[in-house]
């Protein structure tokens, strides 16, 4: 059994809330638009720390992320890339990849919009944790938690973060 924590779109903006809500999580996974190396750096030395860069990144960032992140973790495997859209719209640059081999789990950023659906096509979850930043059009910055237990996903919480 693995607890995650998922956030997107910091874009460059620190919180102490990030650590209080990972607290007792296993990974911290950062699906892009991380904004700063220092972000990426205090979610790397608190937990076990999986990223990739999104389209505001610059090329330190983009020299350490991925733009798509793929690996297995308690039997599921993840795909991780920033600009990934979502069922029944996602983006051409990974929708060959998820046709011809589906992940268990897509995560994607970039809309800033919370949204959790489950593909029935592909047998494949989306998770969009929205944004955890303050940069951007979104009202309610987000985070979410859940837990990989034998390749499923169970006890998915969501996390509204007050100003």
Known sequence: MTKIGLLSDTHGYWDEKYLH????CDEIWHAGDIGSLEVAAKLAEFRT???????????????????????TVDGAEVLIKHIGGYPGNYDSSIRGSIMVNPPK????????ILKVKYDKT???LHINPGAAGI???HKTR??????????????LEVIELAD
């Open 135 to 137: 940069s951007g059009f």
């Open 49 to 71: 720390f999986r990223a990739v860069y999104g389209n505001i990144d610059g090329q330190n960032i983009r020299q350490l992320y991925p733009q798509v992140n793929r690996f």
């Open 122 to 124: 592909l047998g494949m």
């Open 21 to 24: 809500y990972f607290e007792s």
């Open 142 to 155: 987000t985070l979410v938690r859940f837990v990989i237990d034998n390749g499923t996903f169970k006890d």
């Open 105 to 112: 789990l897509f995560i994607s950023g970039h809309s800033h």
